[in-house]
């Protein structure tokens, strides 16, 4: 089993549409939660993080649920731009920095 | 500021021969981590500098892999001698961590590897 799993997608929807995806991560012990964003051919940046009482930026939801080992990303209103492929990384600290470990990443389509 | 820079962007070599990749953390970061994405497949650590020292190489695939980092700046890559299964994306990172906040990860575009 994966460290960490997310929807395969890929998730293709319209403009304006509410899409979220999900991942699921098994080690207990991770600490911190981050959703990146990588488009077509280029390298991953961070979207945003994600922190226990859940957070939102903007259209960009994330909740993370430390007991069930879950974590979300929920995009409101999907512009055309929102087109990438989103990254589920979780850091667990047996250093002062981490290490990260990434999904497979789901792929979203935002069409008009 | 300049980002993370990574060398070359693509490099295509046949089977056995060598190849170094490049990559030039952000000023001051003292993290620096390798990671590789084959395709189909996620991206997957391979390795963790702090500074000049070799913090976690738990990832590196095999001894055909050396990374370095003399005087805590750039890293360098070494794959010798190159095998078909080697072909990928391999990406840079670095982040400068400071206590209770997780260190955000800066990429590099990444040296795309191709191993015929």
């Known amino acids: 089993r994966k460290e960490v799993e997310q929807d395969p997608g890929p998730f293709n929807v319209p403009e304006g549409a509410t899409v979220a995806f999900n991942c699921t991560y098994s080690?207990?012990?991770?600490?911190?939660f981050f959703w990146y964003r990588q488009d077509c051919r280029k390298e991953p940046k961070l979207l945003m993080s994600?922190?226990?009482s859940g957070n939102e930026d903007g259209r960009f939801t994330a909740q993370l649920n430390r007991a069930s080992q879950y974590i979300s990303l929920l995009i409101r209103d999907s512009k055309l731009s929102d087109s990438a492929t989103y990254l589920c990384?979780?850091?667990?600290?047996?250093?002062?920095?981490?290490?990260?470990?990434f999904g497979d990443g789901t792929t979203l389509t935002v069409k008009p | 500021e300049a980002g993370v820079t990574q060398f070359p962007s693509h490099s295509v070599i046949e089977k056995g021969q060598t190849v170094t990749l490049r990559c030039d953390p952000i000023?001051?970061?003292?993290?620096l981590y390798w990671y590789r994405r084959v395709m189909g497949k996620e991206i997957k650590f391979l390795l963790h500098?702090?500074?000049?020292?070799?913090?976690?190489e738990s990832g590196m695939p095999n001894n055909r892999f050396l990374a370095e980092r003399t005087g805590g700046t750039y890293s360098t890559l070494k794959v010798q001698p190159a095998e078909l299964e080697d072909s990928g994306v391999y990406f840079c990172?670095?982040?400068?961590?400071?206590?209770?906040?997780?260190?955000?990860?800066?990429f590099g575009e990444g040296s795309r590897l191709t191993v015929l």
């Open positions: 990172a670095s982040s400068q961590a400071s206590r209770g906040r997780p260190g955000e990860l800066f």
């Open positions: 080690n207990s012990a991770s600490q911190s």
């Open positions: 994600v922190y226990s």
């Open positions: 990384v979780v850091k667990s600290y047996n250093t002062n920095a981490g290490k990260s470990t």
């Open positions: 000023s001051g970061h003292d993290n």
């Open positions: 500098f702090v500074k000049e020292s070799k913090q976690d």
